[in-house]
Every structure is written in C-alpha cells, then in structure tokens.
T-cell receptor, first 113, second 119 residues
Framework: AQSVTQLDSQVPVFEEAPVELRCNYS??????LFWYVQYPNQGLQLLLKYLSGSTLVKGINGFEAEFNKSQTSFHLRKPSVHISDTAEYFCAVNKRGAQKLVFGQGTRLTINP | DTGVSQNPRHKITKRGQNVTFRCDPISEHNRLYWYRQTLGQGPEFLTY????????KSRLLSDRFSAERPKGSFSTLEIQRTEQGDSAMYLC?????????????????FGEGSRLTVL
C-alpha cells in the first residue's frame, strides 16, 4: 500500500521569502501525485498534479513541484510567498489504477510580515 | 453547478445520538468519496461510490457508519450512536472517472466539509 510523509508539520516563513514543503511517498508501483491546499474554513483545492511527462509541474498561485522518482519525493516550492499563502498544504498519492487518494498529514504554512 | 455541496456545515450532538450528512457532488461526476479529517491530520479515506454502487469501504468505517447514494447523485453518511471519537470534519469529494485503469488519475473535487462535534 502507498503512504505519504510530509516531513514538516509547520513551516513559518517571512513574506517574500522562498519556501519548500517536503513530501515523500512510498509505493512499489507507479503513482500520480498531488498537492492540495486548504485555506481556513474552506475545502481542499487542487494546487497542482503530476501524472506523467515533465517532472517539474506548475500549479496555481505561483507554486511548482518536482517529481523525483529515485528519491520518491514531490516537494512543493514557491520562490516568494505572500500573506495570502497562509494555509494547510497536503500532499497526496494515488497508485495508478487504484481508486482513492492517500494523503499526508499536512504542513501548516504560516507567513509572517 | 458551482461545486460539491455539503450539509450541514456544522453539527453538534450529544453522545449516543444519530447524525446524517448530505453531499451533493458536481452534477456530471460519477464517483463520490467520503473522507474524515481530524485535527492536525490529513484526510482519511472512508468509502467511495461509482454511480450508486458502493465499491470500497475502509476499516475505519465501523458498523455504526453507513453511506448511501441511492440514485447515483447525492449521498448521505449516517453515524449511529455517536461517540466522542467521531468528532471530526467529514469531507465529500467527487470525480469523473472510468471503471479502471490508468485513466483514473485520482483528482478529486472537495466540498467544504461537515464538522461534527460530539459532546
């Protein structure tokens, strides 16, 4: 069975600083990978996804992630964060051909002015 | 149709009472999922439907939990004899997927959730 580990439960950064949220997955087969964002009192929204092809994927709000098969990682990055990026971020994996997403524990991103 | 809708958004109940949550998915979506999210954790899979058929249930879904999707459109999740450990956010999601194979990417569209507090 696949699993997802988000290595940081909380990440505080200053506004306009770069940020990286780390995600590692465990699966013996090919997977699809996702990052979802959850703003306060809102549902989860898809930020970006890796299905195939280029290992660098770009998402909404200036976020990008890189799929690294050898390190089984899918880290999320943004070169310059804004106060509005304050949210909980979830990495998720779906084994190809499987029927459900498996989520990590989440990383709370806090932006300080 | 603007997205997945869940009702009620908040429910406070006493231990031992029954509660029911409703989910209206995106209209053309054939798959509907229920997840549970507790504080500080990621969503955990509970069950999913392909049209009206319930195809998989997690071991997290005890016999006090029952989900239905009678006409392949909206779904209900009922919890009988609630316990304090049932306090959580219950998330519904939908997707448009085929029956099997690599075409099923797993991308889900989530509602805002129904928060249950059991006193």
């Amino acid at each position: 069975a696949q699993s997802v580990t988000q290595l940081d439960s909380q990440v505080p950064v200053f506004e306009e600083a770069p940020v990286e949220l780390r995600c590692n997955y465990s699966s013996s087969v090919s997977v699809y990978l996702f990052w979802y964002v959850q703003y306060p009192n809102q549902g989860l929204q898809l930020l970006l996804k890796y299905l195939s092809g280029s290992t660098l994927v770009k998402g909404i709000n200036g976020f990008e992630a890189e799929f690294n098969k050898s390190q089984t990682s899918f880290h999320l990055r943004k070169p310059s964060v804004h106060i509005s990026d304050t949210a909980e971020y979830f990495c998720a994996v779906n084994k190809r051909g499987a029927q459900k997403l498996v989520f990590g524990q989440g990383t709370r991103l806090t932006i300080n002015p | 149709d603007t997205g997945v809708s869940q009702n009620p958004r908040h429910k406070i109940t006493k231990r031992g009472q029954n509660v029911t949550f409703r989910c209206d998915p995106i209209s053309e979506h054939n798959r509907l999922y229920w997840y549970r999210q507790t504080l500080g954790q990621g969503p955990e899979f509970l069950t999913y439907f392909q049209n009206e058929a319930q195809l998989e249930k997690s071991r997290l879904l005890s016999d006090r939990f029952s989900a239905e999707r009678p006409k392949g459109s909206f779904s209900t999740l009922e919890i009988q004899r609630t316990e304090q450990g049932d306090s959580a956010m219950y998330l519904c999601a939908s997707s448009l997927e085929g029956l099997a194979g690599d075409a099923n990417t797993g991308e889900l569209f989530f509602g805002e959730g129904s928060r249950l507090t059991v006193l």
